[in-house]
């Protein structure tokens, strides 16, 4: 028998062929549809196939379903609205200057109408996405991600709302890290890389110092580096000691980071980044989240049809 690896199932509707435990007992049988919920499934089991089918069934350049680019479904004239204003959001915090929290409310009201408005259109999660420079483009990204996410998860009216502010906030600490590391095109050396690491720390403090919003609200700029199965930044967290908002903006934050264009590298296309989420983090999320996650990564048109 040959062993396996996720990534050789993500992008294909349906098994090519059987999936056999140690044993060689069939677990999942050729034909079986392969769905977010399976893929999940199967990352976390030992599975293998017969020698016989060799590696001509695995092909490297499949295309999951949608992900051509396709147009985003946030309106032009919101995306514009939203980027302005995060620009100006942005440069206030950099600046120091004080900042109304009705302002990020607002950014995060048109996200929400945005987002519930293209869920039932979407048949690429990058529709969910807007695209400009990294900075500004990311906070509203993350947030919309999120707040797709937390209506698959069917968070009620008030969460929706406090995960899109959460998300919106989250980076809020990276305008307290001197310009030069933040944007240095190039690898960040050890100090450096501690010095990034506080923007978790200094973005929680900036908002309870700025914002009368709900704690829970404020720690997902602190704890959204924590991993579900520990061993993240800054304080080690795991499991549900980790807030529920911040366990669904880690995923969406990791899928925009590693697909977006940065100063330093070329954002990654997005098959390739689910595959390496499956493969290589997926221990470092909650499971249910990453299910609902990947629901919207992994979409398939023929299946909102029927």
């Known amino acids: 028998m040959e062993r396996i690896l ?24 050729q034909g079986e549809k392969l769905t977010p919920n399976l893929l999940m499934k199967l990352s ?12 001509e069934h695995f ?9 051509e680019p ?3 479904l946030i309106a032009e004239s919101s995306a514009g609205h939203l980027l302005g204003d995060t620009r100006e959001f942005l440069q206030k915090a950099y600046d120091g200057t004080p900042i109304k929290l009705e302002e990020c409310v607002k950014s995060t009201k048109i996200i929400i109408d945005e987002v519930a408005a293209a869920m039932g259109n979407i048949e690429s999660i990058d529709q969910l996405r807007i695209y400009d ?18 209506m698959l998860l069917k968070l009620n009216e008030k969460e929706i709302k406090e995960l899109a502010l959460a ?11 001197p310009r030069e590391i933040l944007n240095k095109p190039g690898k960040h050396d050890d100090r450096e890389r501690e010095i990034m690491r506080r923007h978790t720390s200094l973005g929680y403090r900036y908002i309870k110092e700025n914002f009368e919003i709900p704690d829970r609200i404020a720690r997902v700029a602190l704890d959204h580096h924590e991993k579900f199965a520990g061993k993240g930044y800054p304080n080690g967290l795991q499991g549900k000691l980790i807030n529920k ?8 934050d990791i899928y925009d980071a590693l697909v977006s264009d940065r100063v330093y590298k070329k954002g990654i296309p997005g098959h390739r980044v689910i595959q390496i989420m499956i493969t290589d983090f997926k221990k470092e999320f ?5 299910e609902k996650f990947l629901e919207l990564a992994v979409h398939d048109p023929e299946e909102k049809a029927s």
């Open 6 to 29: 996720p990534l050789e199932l993500v992008g294909y509707k349906e098994l090519e062929y059987d999936l056999l435990d140690e044993s060689g007992d069939v677990v999942f049988p």
């Open 44 to 55: 976390y089991m030992k599975l293998y196939k017969h020698e016989r089918f060799q590696r």
């Open 59 to 67: 092909n490297p350049d499949f295309t999951l379903p949608g992900h």
């Open 70 to 72: 396709l147009a985003s």
């Open 133 to 150: 420079e990294y900075t500004y483009s990311h906070n509203i990204n993350v947030s919309s991600l999120s707040t797709a996410v937390g």
């Open 167 to 177: 998300a919106f906030l989250h980076d809020i600490g990276k305008m307290k890290i």
């Open 245 to 252: 908002y911040s366990q669904i903006t880690n995923v969406v």
């Open 286 to 290: 909650n499971r249910e989240v990453f």
